[in-house]
């Protein structure tokens, strides 16, 4: 990538040519419609019987554009993860369709999806278990280069694999070291290393900060950021920290047991919140100022998460919602921008009661 | 390479590349790093090569030093048994030797632990008959290791209807009883040797470690870097013997170290009933048996190759535990 030796910014744009074709900034990359992940209940031991299923991510749907990064945020167990399994094809879809610059890439296999795989990268949560003990960085980082020898000539990989230390911050000379010589940042940037070796155009991002401690987060957001500028990448930046989601994003989307309730801009999102779960999960978000914290008025929802193994009628937010009604355990709300509002409201919202909240003050802050 | 505690070492990298705000975050983050790390430390240790850790730790372990100069004796003997004793162990002498008794002052001589019944150096035999012993301990674990590491392997990996039908077949195997099992087996042939023995008791005995595999396997597939490894598109091949083998084989050596003596006992029982090794070869297990017609008149001729049989079983066991001692975290 920079076999020119021009310094990670001066080479900054990688070999375009290997791409298939060019998507211009602001179209779609990935497209994702109605997925679905059920991951059956069975019952018996030698003849199993399935009696229901946990449903993990029950009919999603978003694009994501090129060049952007689309944040994703929900509480545990909203299928967050779920979905960037799917999305990796990890994990079969159940239903549902990914296409990627329009090439269906939900049901490839062999050859097809390991070519797929060039492209869509992954960066994993906890960079203590990410990374092989067994292995040294290089070997690691240069793993990528193994499985896909046309990325890399056998001759160069060595020059590879220091040019990646090199971009991620870390010293070349470390190619030898094994990972339990680093600490928790320095490991999730030889992580990050791994997902760019191929070049990819997608990074999915499964909470990549989260396991680390909070000064080194900003760090690996910071190169993440850079990163991103230097080789046009498009993220999918899955987070329960909603204020790193904010600074990351340009768009953010909000899960609530498996479905996406709120989509759209960070701005649309954070100030101008119309689904009831996503001013609940704003509010709820540790505001640095003790006066400030006296007077917000935060939204306290009662209950539990419903199983996703038995979601609720209609509107699954509808048992913790003080604006439910009797339409919302029949009729299931389309994600759709809502008809009634305008400006920076009109957004994808899953309600049937979408508005802003009427006090309308800032719960996002800004890090 | 720099000690690992050296946390200068840990600075990132200054490279005039990067960008001017993610650097000036870097250094100033420098010195809230380090005192960050410590509380990983625990995690670091444990974290730190699995095997050099254990070699640390046993080479503090006199148990350990001591059953491995033991077993390092025993593998020369059974390599090289002429350079421990001149006296040829298949010579009989019934006139002069039968049932002679220890002669102390006669240091590694043939004449060193006594006669036995048919005037036989009872030191040459016990030198010789480690051959035996150590050839069917080491063969039996080295067969059963990789049937029954593979087999762990491939249940593991694969899991559903792979792993049903191999973990039913491990079951029935399991059930029969090694010796009693390889008493059938070995029945069915009439001229015994050590790889007679060896095949009976690696059929019987390869279940045990597929276990051990299997459950070793099903725990390491689930870790973050195998998932890795598949997102980058990596094969069966890779997946298994570059990122969970090196990572699940730790507690199949353990296991098999431990069983190493008991596949030695194993061999002497069967011997000793007849049913194991036969006459010309040398064994404990012949030994013992042909020395309890004299038990009460001569009972050293007894008393030798048992002991070198004990030495041998517990030296192996020793070591394995003290493996285990060393690979266990937990124990730690």
Redesign the interface.
């Known amino acids: 990538m920079t076999a020119d030796g021009a310094?990670?910014?001066?080479a900054a744009v990688p070999e375009e040519a290997a791409f298939a074709q060019e998507v211009p900034r602001g179209e779609p990359i990935l497209e994702v419609r109605d997925l679905v992940k059920h991951f059956p209940l069975t019952r018996g031991v030698l003849f199993k019987k399935q009696v229901g299923a946990v449903k993990a991510v029950d009919g999603v749907s978003f694009d994501l554009m090129q060049g952007e990064t689309l944040g994703i945020v929900g509480e545990s167990g909203c299928g967050k993860s779920t979905l960037a399994k799917v999305l990796?094809n990890?994990e079969p879809a159940t239903g549902g369709s990914v296409r990627y610059k329009g090439e269906e890439i939900s049901r490839l296999s062999g050859g097809a999806?390991?070519a797929v795989?060039?492209n869509i990268?992954?960066v994993?949560?906890?960079p203590?278990?990410?990374?092989?003990?067994?292995?040294t960085v290089g070997d690691i980082i240069g793993?990528?280069f193994?499985?896909?020898p046309e990325v890399a000539p056998r001759g160069d990989r060595r020059k590879a694999v220091q040019d990646l230390l090199?971009?991620v911050?870390?010293?070349?000379e470390y190619i030898?070291?094994?990972?339990?010589?680093?600490?928790?940042?320095?490991r999730q940037r030889i992580?990050i290393a791994?997902g760019l070796a191929?070049k990819p155009e997608i990074i999915i991002c499964d909470e990549p900060v989260s396991a680390l401690?909070v000064?080194?987060q900003?760090?690996v957001i910071?190169?993440l950021e850079?990163l991103q500028g230097e080789f046009n990448l498009s993220y999918m930046f899955i987070a329960h920290d909603l204020s790193i989601v904010r600074h990351i994003s340009d768009r953010v989307g909000v899960m609530y047991l498996g479905k996406m309730v709120e989509i759209g801009s960070d701005e649309q999102i954070y100030d101008h919140a119309t689904h009831p779960y996503t001013q609940a999960l704003l509010s709820a978000v540790p505001v640095p100022d003790p006066t400030a914290r006296e007077s917000r008025d935060r939204i306290v929802l009662t209950g539990d998460v419903p199983s996703p193994a038995n979601p609720p009628s209609g509107c699954r937010f509808r048992t913790r919602c003080w604006k439910a009604q009797e339409r919302c355990a029949v009729e299931v709300p389309p994600l759709a921008p809502p008809g009634w509002l305008s400006g920076p409201a009109f957004h994808d919202s899953a309600c049937h009661f979408a508005a802003e909240r009427e006090s309308g003050e800032d719960v996002g802050s800004r890090p | 390479m720099p000690d690992i505690h050296d946390e200068d070492s840990f600075e990132p990298h200054p490279k005039p590349g990067i960008s001017r705000l993610d650097y000036a975050g870097e250094q100033g983050m420098a010195v809230e790093q380090e005192t960050l790390v410590e509380p990983d430390v625990a995690k670091r240790e444990e974290a730190r090569s699995l095997w050099g850790d254990a070699w640390r730790d046993l080479r503090r372990r006199p148990i350990f030093l001591l059953s491995v100069v033991l077993i390092l004796l025993l593998v020369v003997m059974a390599v090289f048994p002429w350079a421990f004793t001149d006296a040829n162990p298949r010579k009989a002498d019934l006139v002069h030797d039968y049932l002679r008794r220890p002669d102390w002052t006669d240091f590694f001589g043939a004449g060193w632990f006594g006669y036995d019944a048919q005037g036989r150096s009872i030191y040459a035999r016990v030198v010789y008959g480690a051959r035996a012993s150590i050839t069917v301990g080491i063969f039996v674990t080295a067969a059963v290791t990789v049937l029954g590491g593979l087999t762990g392997m491939v249940a593991g990996y694969y899991g559903r209807a792979v792993d049903a039908v191999i973990s039913r077949v491990v079951d029935i195997f399991f059930g029969i009883p090694l010796l009693l099992g390889a008493l059938v087996l070995l029945n069915a042939f009439t001229t015994r040797t050590v790889w007679t023995v060896v095949l009976a008791l690696a059929v019987l005995g390869w279940t045990q470690i597929a276990r051990v595999m299997r459950g070793a396997v099903l725990t390491v597939k689930q870790s973050d870097y195998v998932v890795a490894g598949r997102a980058l598109g990596a094969g069966t091949g890779r997946l298994m013997f570059r990122h969970i083998l090196p990572n699940a084989v730790a507690p199949v050596i353990v296991v098999a170290t431990i069983a190493l003596g008991g596949y030695i006992a194993t061999e002497a029982t069967l011997s000793f009933l007849g049913i194991g090794l036969q006459d010309p070869t040398i064994s404990w297990g012949i030994d013992i048996s042909s020395a309890q017609k004299v038990i009460r008149t001569a009972p050293y001729v007894l008393f030798f190759p048992a002991a070198a049989l004990s030495a041998t079983v517990l030296a192996f066991i020793m070591m394995g535990d003290a493996v285990r001692d060393a690979l266990d975290p937990k124990l730690r």
């Open positions: 310094g990670p910014t001066g990796m990890l999806l390991k795989r060039r990268q992954m994993f949560q906890d203590y278990t990410s990374l092989n003990p067994r292995m793993e990528p193994e499985i896909h090199d971009v911050g870390l010293n070349p030898n070291r094994y990972p339990h010589q680093f600490s928790g940042g320095q992580g791994r191929l401690d000064s080194v900003a760090q910071n190169l850079q």
